[in-house]
């Protein structure tokens, strides 16, 4: 065997769910003892971090450049273990940490009047208590990450229990005229989400990667959670009902190790990079997404259309063969819709919107709206791109999914296939012959590779533009954003070809080892935000025409080993919050890049334009960090509805 060195929605979570069992404030104080730094200007101990991540970077291939059958099995064995993460996301800097700490504002206490179980949580930002200024919201944020003990027992304590490698916290709340920026567990859940409910529930263990649709302001409340034996389930927050009380879940082929997950903008499709450790090769698996029992389109299972990410319903409809590539790493899509078309729906010539879960699709004349030419015909997907890429063989793969979604388009809102329509939900199961069809009965479906493109270096993280300019940017190991055209491909999808996908620019990103790109959740169109493991910073990169520049760069001491990192939503309260999962540093940490505006709260602390900003003028500051009974390496986190 080689081995080498590789170089929001609605109340945000305010109903009753979840708010059963008892609190406890020490204990919540026990967990979060020791991780939030006192503020101060002076920089840290001149120190080397003896980073927790002892395993070796084993190569896939063998000296010629073969692929070695025995080195990626014992690597795909180990992919929710620190050899996986080593694989995807390289070494941890051994640097000196020399950065100063960014401020940090006291906590005050906050006895949750909602819950009535007497936990107790804190804010940092505006104030005084005010009952009267209380338009609520939260974001609640899945993290996976190798557990200390991964034997444990399922708990829901405060302080025990994380041997699933799955938590669930809140990233942030405004509540009753303040603003907490610390990430903890939460009051509507009584502090219970060290091992989230779902993952016990199904007693899986050892998460892989996670995966979040993004195209819907607000919603997309669960996270897909891929674990390592390639069981892929659903988690979420206390109102996301699906994650829990009909939480879904299915089971790749035999010997399938999933390594990324990537959700369709409007939560119609995942799709999930695989190892295939029988037959030593790479693959994409397809699944189909639908709620089921909730109230988006009336509480219809309809599968591969737009929703609010509380899925109800999974089916693996197949796997895209990837014949250039054995062992994926990373995966982003992105159909080019914008989310307002998905998020307001046009009927009957009124001058209002309406959400999805005021319509009724089995109603002809409502369906006729979804139809060719008609109010709604922009809400639905027309066509769509993927983009995988393998970080050991220095390759990225664009596929093609116009063939998924014209097909679905075409069943379910063709003007004259009534009859299509009805057959498909009617006939919702998991055999190959029901509705959602698996690839192997209607072969037309399948997406297929476009091309795949070669780089001199490895490519680290990868993400699609959601929408507007037409973009795919991969980062490399060497420290470059290189920025794609995928043109219609994220559109219309007409009018292409493979050479419409071309390399247009790159941007420096002024160090090494990029290993996450996040959304900018301010502006989805024109700025990315980059994680830079290889010198423990996070840097915002801004674009304009073909190429791009830094903006904000955020170091801070308290920052050891950040790996993945999650912009959080906005609903009436705008946060510009950062969460970060520091993997050798054992915690989640928040970071605000802007000013908390409270636009719903009139007379509220943070009116607008101002607000409150950042303690002396600083572009940053710090929140707080959450301890974890392990080493987090990923973090997808979304407004609560």
């Not at 007497?118 to 505006?126: D, E, L, N």
């Not at 988690?235 to 879940?249: C, F, K, L, M, Y």
Request: charged share 15%; aromatic share 8%; glycine share 12%.
């Amino acid at each position: 065997m080689a081995v080498v060195a590789l170089v929001a929605c609605g109340g945000g979570g305010g109903g009753g769910g979840g708010e059963a069992g008892a609190g406890n404030g020490a204990a919540l104080d026990a967990v979060n003892a020791g991780t939030s730094g006192a503020a101060s200007s002076a920089p840290a101990p001149n120190v080397v971090v003896n980073a927790a991540n002892p395993a070796p970077l084993v190569s896939v291939f063998d000296g010629s450049g073969a692929v070695d059958a025995v080195a990626y099995k014992a690597v795909a064995a180990k992919m929710s273990q620190d050899e996986g993460v080593a694989h995807r996301y390289g070494a941890p800097s051994t640097s000196a940490i020399t950065t100063a700490r960014y401020p940090e504002p006291g906590s005050n206490p906050l006895l949750s009047p909602y819950s009535g179980s007497g936990f107790r949580t804190s804010w940092q930002v505006g104030g005084p208590i005010d009952v009267n200024v209380n338009d609520y919201s939260s974001n609640h944020a899945q993290i996976a990450f190798v557990s200390d003990n991964p034997a444990a027992p399922a708990s829901t304590s405060a302080t025990t229990g994380g041997g699933f490698g799955i938590s669930t916290i809140e990233t942030l709340g405004m509540r009753e005229n303040t603003y907490t920026q610390s990430p903890g567990l939460s009051w509507t859940m009584a502090g219970a989400g060290l091992d989230d409910s779902s993952v016990r529930s199904a007693g899986v263990r050892s998460p892989v990667a996670l995966g979040r649709c993004y195209g819907r302001p607000g919603w997309c409340v669960n996270s897909l959670v891929a674990f390592q034996n390639g069981s892929i389930g659903t988690a979420g927050s206390n109102t996301s009902v699906n994650s829990t009380t009909q939480a879904a879940r299915v089971q790749l082929e035999n010997g399938s190790v999933p390594t990324a997950v990537a959700v369709t903008n409007g939560g119609e499709f995942a799709l999930v990079t695989v190892w295939d450790s029988v037959n030593v090769r790479g693959r994409l698996a397809v699944i189909a997404l639908s709620e089921t029992g909730h109230d988006t389109w009336t509480g219809v299972t309809i599968p591969g259309i737009p929703n609010q990410g509380a899925w109800g319903f999974m089916k693996v409809l197949g796997y895209v063969e990837l014949p250039d590539m054995k062992a994926p790493t990373d995966v982003s899509v992105s159909t080019g819709v914008d989310p307002e078309s998905m998020h307001r729906i046009h009927l009957n010539g009124q001058s209002d919107f309406l959400e999805s879960t005021r319509v009724d699709l089995r109603n002809e004349s409502v369906r006729q709206t979804f139809a060719e030419g008609g109010a709604n015909d922009d809400t639905y997907a027309r066509a769509g791109i993927a983009v995988v890429t393998s970080k050991s063989e220095r390759k990225v793969t664009f596929v093609d999914l116009k063939p998924l979604f014209a097909y679905y388009r075409a069943t379910y809102f063709t003007a004259g296939n009534r009859a299509g329509f009805d057959n498909a939900i009617g006939n919702i199961g998991t055999a190959a012959n029901q509705w959602p069809y698996a690839f192997s009965h209607v072969s037309s479906q399948i997406p297929s590779v476009i091309k795949t493109v070669a780089l001199a270096s490895s490519p680290t993280a990868v993400k699609v533009s959601l929408f507007g300019p037409r973009r795919a940017w991969v980062a490399t190991q060497d420290g470059q954003l290189h920025i794609y055209n995928v043109g219609e491909y994220a559109g219309s999808g007409n009018g292409v070809s493979a050479s419409t996908i071309a390399e247009l620019g790159t941007v420096n990103l002024q160090g090494t080892n990029p290993t996450h790109i996040a959304y900018n959740k301010h502006d989805f169109t024109n700025s990315v935000i980059v994680v830079m493991r290889g010198d423990r910073k996070i840097v915002w990169v801004n674009f304009a025409g073909n190429g791009g520049s830094i903006g904000k760069t955020l170091q801070d001491s308290r920052m050891i080993d950040p790996v993945t990192a999650e912009d959080n939503d906005n609903h009436g309260t705008e946060s510009s919050l950062l969460t970060v999962a520091d993997y050798s540093g054992k915690k989640v940490s928040n970071y605000r890049w802007g000013p908390v505006i409270f636009h719903t709260n009139a007379g509220g602390a943070c009116p607008p334009p101002a607000g409150c900003g950042i303690s002396g003028n600083q572009p940053f500051e710090f929140g707080g960090s959450f301890a974890l009974p392990g080493k987090p390496f990923h973090i997808t986190g979304a407004n609560v509805p």
